[in-house]
């Protein structure tokens, strides 16, 4: 009698472990974590914790998530961090600051951990308020390690991170902040850009990281807030310029670090080359809106944040941006389908499903 029950034990963890990786079907070893590093586009309620007016935690936000309920995301439901996480059969990791207020519950740091900020840059002095950097996140992913080793040991923990996924989305309000006018010229701009994100690469894979999920930066002129500066509703020219070559630039660093460093995978998804396949066919997606926001005032909602005050429209899923910055839910479930399991000239050397099974 005595032997049954730790057997009976064993048998149950064995098939919790199974349920809560493997999306069913696929013959591969299950992705065991996803770790977020970003901006509000993949911000899940870290900034409900800092001292800024860059915040979600309050209607509209959140109107189409379960419960109705505003968690500090920028968008009307699920982001693309949730998205990609659940593609991969995983809930998505909860913010960080969240997880260290439940002192003690070192486990959730196995689950995934989501550090992404709204306002946070590639720079440091890329910010609105206070948020975390993504030097900070870097040094709070640095500090889960430590604990993850703690507890499970060094061998362990270097073997979990080296299979789990590392989503990096960043770099828009790094060019949002560029000014033409005083500022560095696009080109030194972006290598200045670029020289600081390998050097926060390089950290990320010294502390274990071998699989990197990066998102490219969308063509971030078009998004309503910068169309609203044209008389038009334009996109901007130079918004949009810089982000090409920023998206070009880090193409390539990704390449020149797989090169140098042999064990790193990674996965590149154009996320300017989505968007503007989704511009170019809008009702392929179901699509009627794709300039004016859903949630906010002014032209092309554009001009006051999704705030209590603003209106919002009655269909979420026609329109492509939820706010002045950020896409709507549906825009993020295609997206992130896209880079999940999608194929073609802008997701490459291979899409997050390949990465996760290499
Ligand atoms: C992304 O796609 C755009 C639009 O097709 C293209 O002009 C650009 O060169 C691509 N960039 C990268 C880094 O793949
Ligand atoms: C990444 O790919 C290389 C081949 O380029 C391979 O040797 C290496 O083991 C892979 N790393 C992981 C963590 O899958
Ligand atoms: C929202 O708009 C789409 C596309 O125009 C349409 O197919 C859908 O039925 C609409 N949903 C509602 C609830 O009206």
Redesign the pocket.
Known sequence: MAAILPILFLLLSLTSMEASGNPAGSGSPPVPAVYVLGDSLADVGNNNHLLTIMKADFAHNGIDFAGGKATGRFSNGKNSADFISEQLGLSSPPPYLSVIKNAGDTQAFFNGINFASAGAGILDTTHDGECLSLSKQIDYLSTTYATMVEKAGNERAQAHL??SIFVIVIGSNDIFGYKSNGGAAPKQFVSSLISTLQGQIKRIYNIGA??IAFLGTGPVGCCPSLRRQSETGECKAIANSISDLYNEAASSLLREM?TEL????YSFFNSTFAMQEIFKHPSDYGFTEVEAACCGLGDLNAKVACIPISSYCSNRTNHVFWDFYHPTEATAGILAADLVDGSGPHVYPVNVRQ?GA?
Do not use: P
């Open positions: 080296a299979k071998r699989k797989k042999g064990d790193m995978n990465l290499l």
